[in-house]
């Protein structure tokens, strides 16, 4: 099973706490409603990845003056393989609400990952075998009992379809329509096994 995630950070900056509160809280509830108005929105994942409000200060020649306070909470929407198809709606949902879009990450659920994990392992522990074996023809033994066996686990990285350093928040219309079009790609999964074997 595959599952995608979308991030998305509201960002807002007031004269007080409360204000910069209230407005952060005002953008959620919009992202919410926008989000509601799908059918499927009960299969959507919502979760509070981070939340702060912190005073927001400047320096110049008389040193640190306090400008405001900024309100940052940062949302991450869970899609299934089911919803991969909506992953558009649910950017034009955020930006349309004023949140900004973060990232957009593609990668195996849970169960998948297990799954891969141990596939990986298990070829990871076949490939020792075969060189030690060839290792100790080479050396004219035979291989022994094992002596250890250690495992780093394996290596997977989410495909990030999008991320903030390549996003411009002055052109989300042409964001919305690039996010359409975007398809998820090939990733590779390691597994690393390292075995110690007795020579005769």
């Known amino acids: ?15 007080t706490a409360t204000e910069a509160r209230d407005k952060n809280s005002r953008i959620h509830d919009e992202l919410i ?6 059918d499927y ?16 200060h400047t320096w110049n ?19 299934n393989e089911n919803l991969i198809d909506f992953i558009g709606n649910v950017v034009d949902a955020g930006i349309d609400s004023g949140s900004h879009l973060s990232y957009i990450n593609f990668e195996l ?33 035979k291989l022994g009992r094992i002596v250890s ?25 042409m964001l919305k329509d690039t996010i359409t079009n975007i398809q998820p790609g090939e990733r590779e999964v390691r597994g690393h096994v390292n075995i110690v074997y007795a020579l005769n």
């Open 1 to 15: 099973m595959f599952k995608s995630d979308v991030y998305f950070n509201l960002d807002t900056i007031e004269e």
């Open 33 to 38: 409603k926008n989000l509601k108005e799908f």
């Open 61 to 79: 020649k008389e040193g640190r003056k306090l400008i405001g306070y900024r309100a940052s909470h940062r949302i991450k929407i869970e899609l």
């Open 149 to 173: 066996v250690s495992s780093s686990d394996f290596h997977y990285v989410p495909w990030r379809a999008v991320h903030e350093s390549q996003i411009d928040f002055d052109q989300s219309e």
């Open 109 to 141: 659920s849970n169960e998948k990952q297990n799954e891969y994990r141990a596939r990986a392992l298990e070829k990871a522990t076949n490939d020792a075998r075969m060189k030690a074996e060839g290792i100790s023809k080479g050396l004219e033994k």
């Open 41 to 56: 929105y009960e299969d959507l994942k919502i979760f509070t990845e981070q939340y702060s409000v912190n005073p927001e």
